[in-house]
């Protein structure tokens, strides 16, 4: 069961990066955010 959990951690981390990246993906460049 420990696997799933984690499993949905790494998902929810997932969608909370790409949200935040998204609405600061306006200011920042994509190329600095990855580093």
């Known amino acids: 069961m420990l696997e ?3 499993m949905v951690l ?5 969608e909370i990066e790409l949200v935040e990246l998204q609405s600061l993906g306006k200011r920042v460049d994509p ?3 990855t580093g």
């Open 31 to 33: 190329s600095s955010a």
């Open 4 to 6: 799933t959990e984690r």
């Open 10 to 14: 790494i998902l929810r981390r997932r």
